[in-house]
């Protein structure tokens, strides 16, 4: 088969606009190690994880092994009204291993669903506690929580959310930190102005808000924006002051994207509700997890006619290949370091980013642990953004693709999240296709 032709007549691709699909069109068709190879033979170095989600490359033996001993007892049975076993072994991992005081797993098939359970979780606690006037949410400037109605109404990107407002609820927006793009430019400033912002939404509007949402350490779809140090504890504390739930949401950044297995654990803050996903099955399978502490599941446990049930759930969810396989990404996490690794790793990959501010059009490089964006600007003494319609970051990874090497901007941010095992020498390779690749398309300075 023509598998590019054939791409082009019967697929719609997500988040793509398939005009340009159909100029650059591409077919993945295997993966070995942190490459992947397309139809027509060409290798990519995968740099941002197949989208944030492969931690260990692909085709990993072991991983490949839990799923077809898996397959030999069952691939699937229903988790209504009753459990199965890797589920069960994964929950219990999952409550071992994450913060302190979240002692419950609930199970969905995405981040997007992840995320929608939560915010009916925190909204139906309120009601069963007896509390009936919490109705909105409170989400953080350019937050992004996936592209379901319900997540996208907590969400705040309007090129992805704008045009769907007649469907969505409507959210209190606090600003995120963001440093580089605050009037102070200094990151305790930033930290504070933006506290008090959000505890100026909170003393208003407390009492009608079931929950601040957040990404912990640093902000994904919205940019690669990191926190300054402190801020998530603050949010923490204004959650407790005024009495409203904090969902973390951890499905960019957890299972050891920044250095610690959740990123809440930077700043020792256990949530209230918490969501992941994505790296959760090594980049397998499509399982989800929104954890709650017991305090919030008891506010559900009840007689049936007091009517205080989840009214949720999907028709894979608990899957037993996928909780099989995330249970397995979690032993090797274990055996190979693997969150150890991205901590010791960190620093030499951030020498290697810092060498792209030689450019001139580099304006800002933000990065906590294997997480990292470059932003581009037309003028890096202003900051001056170039037009979007310029789409510098989209030509940049186009050349970064010629270049061997796949990854996906957001706006003008250039996205490297590389699966967790990279070696130094894979960091250093992608970096400097990367450069090159910006190089290329902003060509005002020669690259040392
Ligand atoms: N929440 C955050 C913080 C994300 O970054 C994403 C996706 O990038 C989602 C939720 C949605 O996850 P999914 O694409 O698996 O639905």
Not at 84 to 98: F, G, I, Y
Not at 183 to 190: I, K, R, V
């Amino acid at each position: 088969m023509d598998y590019i032709q054939k791409s082009k007549e019967v697929l719609w691709l997500p988040f793509t606009q398939m005009k340009e699909y159909d100029l650059n069109p591409l077919v993945i068709e295997s993966g070995q190690g942190i490459k992947i190879k397309d139809t027509e033979g060409n290798e990519y170095y995968d740099a941002n994880s197949s989208v944030w989600l492969n931690p260990h490359g692909h085709r990993k033996q072991e991983l490949n092994e839990a799923l077809v001993k898996q397959l030999g007892k069952i691939a699937h049975s229903t988790m209504l009204g009753m459990a199965n076993v890797p589920a069960v072994e994964l929950a219990a991992k999952l409550v071992d291993l994450t913060p302190k005081g979240l002692d419950r797993v609930f199970y969905s098939d995405s981040g997007a669903t992840a995320v929608e359970i939560a915010l009916k979780m925190a909204f139906q606690y309120w009601l069963n506690i007896g509390v009936t006037i919490r109705k909105r949410f409170i989400t953080m400037h350019n937050g992004y929580h996936g592209d379901t109605i319900g997540s996208i109404s907590v969400g705040d990107i309007d090129i992805y959310h704008q045009i769907y407002q007649p469907l969505m609820f409507q959210s209190f927006v606090a600003p995120y930190p963001y440093t580089y793009r605050h009037q102070s430019g200094d990151p305790e400033e930033t930290k504070k102005d933006c506290l008090e912002q959000l505890k100026k939404v909170l003393e208003e509007h407390h009492d009608e808000v079931c929950a601040v949402m957040v990404e912990p350490m640093m902000q994904g779809a919205g940019g690669m924006v990191n926190m300054p140090p402190g801020f998530l504890k603050g949010v923490r504390e204004l959650c407790t002051q005024y009495n409203v739930l904090m969902i973390a949401d951890e499905v960019a950044v957890g299972f050891g994207r920044t250095g610690k297995l959740f990123a809440c654990m930077h700043e020792s803050v256990v949530p209230d509700i918490l969501t992941a996903g994505k790296m959760l099955t090594g980049g397998y399978l499509p399982v989800a997890i929104t954890m709650v502490s017991e305090g919030i599941y008891q506010a559900f446990y009840d007689d049936y006619e007091k009517m205080k049930t989840l009214f949720h759930g999907h028709s894979y969810t608990g899957n037993q290949l996928g909780c099989a396989v995330a249970l397995e990404n979690l032993r090797l996490y274990e055996k190979e370091r693997t969150v150890e690794g991205v901590a010791e790793k960190t620093p030499f990959m951030k020498k290697q980013l810092e060498t792209l501010y030689e450019l001139d059009h580099v304006g800002d490089v933000r990065q906590v642990g294997f997480m990292s964006g470059i932003e581009l600007v037309k003028n890096k003494q202003t900051k001056e953004p170039y037009p979007w319609q310029e789409r510098i970051g989209w030509k940049a990874t186009l050349e970064m693709r010629k270049l061997g090497l796949m990854t996906r901007p957001i706006g003008d941010v250039i996205v490297f999240m590389p699966p967790l095992a990279s070696t130094e020498e894979d960091i250093k390779q992608m970096v400097s296709r990367i450069k090159k690749g910006i190089y290329q398309v902003t060509k005002e300075v020669s690259i040392r």
